[in-house]
Nanobody
């Protein structure tokens, strides 16, 4: 079993920054890819970014390109998402997830453990 707990969400102004963290416990996740997803009210969950087991391969979805940076610290069993230049459309519940595989994908079905989410609200 793997437990994932996200933190770092909150209220940010447009153009501001937030750093999300996802702490993993239970079984080690260092051999697996990890990902961030988000779900806005009334919308389907969407993939944001993923990272392979070593941190050497990153897969960013369009919303993340040029603004968000995913990273991981396997020694701390923690995943991060640095979000810069935030926009109101980034408002969503952000989830971290552990992949079944070593390389990241954008498919939710490829992830077998999920956190409860952390709310990000971007508003002036």
């Amino acid at each position: 079993q793997v437990q994932l707990v996200e933190s770092g969400g909150g209220l940010a102004q447009p153009g501001g920054s937030l750093r999300l963290s996802c702490a993993a416990s239970g079984r080690t996740v260092s051999s697996y890819a990890m990902g961030w997803f988000r779900q806005a009210p009334g919308k389907e969950r969407e993939f944001v970014a993923g990272i392979n087991w070593s941190g050497g391969s990153i897969y960013n979805a369009e919303p993340a390109k040029g603004r968000f940076t995913i990273s991981r610290d396997n020694a701390k069993n923690t995943l991060y998402l640095q979000m810069n230049s935030l926009k109101p459309e980034d408002t969503a519940l952000y989830y971290c997830a552990k992949s079944r595989y070593s390389l990241p994908t954008g498919r939710g079905d490829d992830y077998d453990y999920w956190g409860q989410g952390t709310q990000v609200t971007v508003s002036s």
